[in-house]
């Protein structure tokens, strides 16, 4: 079992930045492929970045390529996703999610473990 805790949403202005944090419980953390999820309203739940159990791997979102930065500290049982250059259209909660193999690390159903969600607001 994993509990899942995000932090650090908030309302920016377009162009600006924030530092998502995901507190995790569970002394296996450091076996979980980690993810970060967002949901717009009445939009389905989209894939945003994920990164493998040990940090050397990491995957992005086209959308969010090159502004968006995940990573993860096993020994802290967090995970981080840096977001610069934030745009309207990243508004959303965004979730983390854990899993020990997802099949397809972009497949929100590929997770077991969900947080609760952080809500992020970028104003034009």
């Known amino acids: 079992q994993v509990q899942l805790v995000e932090s650090g949403g908030g309302l920016v202005q377009a162009g600006g930045s924030l530092r998502l944090s995901c507190a995790a419980s569970?002394?296996?953390?450091?076996?979980?492929?980690m993810g970060w999820f967002r949901q717009a309203p009445g939009k389905e739940r989209e894939f945003v970045a994920a990164?493998?159990?040990?940090?050397?791997?990491?995957y992005y979102a086209d959308s969010v390529k090159g502004r968006f930065t995940i990573s993860r500290d096993n020994a802290k049982n967090t995970v981080h996703l840096q977001m610069n250059s934030l745009k309207p259209e990243d508004t959303a909660v965004y979730y983390c999610a854990a899993d020990i193999d997802p099949v397809a690390y972009e497949d929100p159903y590929e997770y077991d473990y969900w947080g609760q969600g952080t809500q992020v607001t970028v104003s034009s």
């Open positions: 990164i493998s159990w040990s940090g050397g791997s990491t």
């Open positions: 569970g002394r296996t953390f450091s076996s979980y492929v």
